[in-house]
């Protein structure tokens, strides 16, 4: 399974963006790029997913290096609700079956600062 | 509010006693996932259903027994557990189960065994 490498942790102040990166130097060309976040006493949430291109939804944007070694989250204002630990897992893509396995790694604990 | 729905949300337990955690989705999805998440740690994969089938068994010892006995239901049924197996349990679904497609958390279950 490839892994990913994130910062520890990262300060933010309110209402600003945030990038946070990741770095998965052994993706391989099926691999997903999947974003999760955990607040306080709740399960992980999903926020977004790509695979080549950059992505956007409500909550997020996704840039994803050229190479795919590389991808930045991105939060364009961050709000106090922001604050979380935020996961960057590949997910291997195989035909039939369960084989969505996200293993997450140790993650970004996001401070935001008011 | 999430919608997948995890009951208990609190379980203390005896080392000789057996209980089931009841996981339950009606989002239509068909893959279905137990995690476990120790303190400050990332959710640990444990199984992994797919269409009522157990798909991914990744090596989690036999006091622990999953069942899915319908697609919208995932149990995990306790015996004769260790203290070390005191942590948060959380189920997942997706539409599929494929890497490309979302998991949906709930906020799990939070046990202690004495």
């Known amino acids: 399974d490839a892994k990913t490498t994130q910062p520890n942790s990262m300060e933010s102040n309110e209402e600003e963006p945030v990038h946070l990166p990741c770095n998965h130097s052994t993706i391989s060309g099926t691999d997903y790029i999947h974003w999760y976040r955990q607040l306080p006493s709740q399960g992980p949430e999903y926020v977004i997913h790509g695979l080549t291109s950059n992505v956007n939804n409500r909550m997020a944007s996704l840039a994803i290096a050229e190479d795919r070694k590389s991808s930045t989250l991105i939060l364009h204002r961050a709000t106090l609700r922001d604050a979380a630990v935020y996961y960057c897992?590949?997910?291997?893509f195989g035909a039939g079956g369960a084989t969505n396995k996200l293993i997450f790694g140790t993650g970004t604990l996001l401070a935001v600062q008011p | 509010d999430t919608e997948v729905t995890q009951t208990p949300k609190h379980l203390v337990m005896g080392m000789t006693n057996k209980k089931s955690l009841k996981c339950e989705q009606h989002m239509g999805h068909r893959a279905m996932y137990w995690y476990k998440q120790k303190a400050k740690k990332p959710p640990e994969l444990m199984f992994v259903?797919?269409?009522?089938?157990?798909?991914i068994n990744e090596s989690v010892p036999s006091r622990f027994s999953p069942e899915c006995p319908n697609s919208s239901l995932l149990n995990l049924h306790l015996h004769a557990l260790q203290p070390e197996d005191s942590a948060l349990y959380l189920c997942?679904?997706?539409?599929?189960?494929?890497?490309?497609?979302?998991?949906?958390f709930g906020d799990g279950t939070r046990l202690s065994i004495l």
């Open positions: 259903y797919s269409y009522e089938k157990l798909s």
């Open positions: 897992i590949l997910s291997f």
């Open positions: 997942a679904s997706s539409q599929e189960g494929r890497s490309n497609q979302p998991q949906h």
